[in-house]
Nanobody, 124 residues
Framework: VQLQACGGGLVQAGGSLRLSCAAS????????IGWFRQAPGKEREGVSY????????YYASSVKGRFTVSGDNAKNTVYLQMNSLKPEDTAVYYC??????????????????WGRGTQVTVSS
């Protein structure tokens, strides 16, 4: 099982980035993928979640309306489109595999496999 997140970078406030999470060793349709982020000195927080088999998606209130999660089962890849970025979005972003119940999608404890993070820095 491997998850590879990429696509981070430095962007000005108001800009956009698209993160990718390429999965190998399992099928996306069999699991959910969560996006998390962790800023220096802060706890890891759930940003978004997608379950490709059902089409279910969830978002943290802080990113709702600005971020969009999607999946490409043929490529076994999940994307996080981030628009209208703010300096407070600066963090290391991670993707993780799990099968959380809907009410617990944002709990990192629900995910057993994690990819390496990708740094997102938003300048003001």
């Amino acid at each position: 099982v491997q998850l590879q997140a990429c696509g981070g970078g430095l962007v000005q406030a108001g800009g956009s980035l698209r993160l990718s999470c390429a999965a190998s060793g399992f099928r996306l349709v069999d699991y959910g993928i969560g996006w998390f982020r962790q800023a220096p000195g802060k706890e890891r927080e759930g940003v978004s979640y997608i379950r490709s088999s059902s089409g279910s998606t969830y978002y943290a209130s802080s990113v709702k309306g600005r971020f969009t999660v999607s999946g490409d089962n043929a490529k076994n890849t999940v994307y996080l489109q981030m628009n209208s970025l703010k300096p407070e979005d600066t963090a290391v972003y991670y993707c993780a595999r799990g099968r959380p119940v809907a009410s617990a999608w944002s709990s990192s404890k629900m995910y057993a496999s994690w990819g390496r993070g990708t740094q997102v820095t938003v300048s003001s």
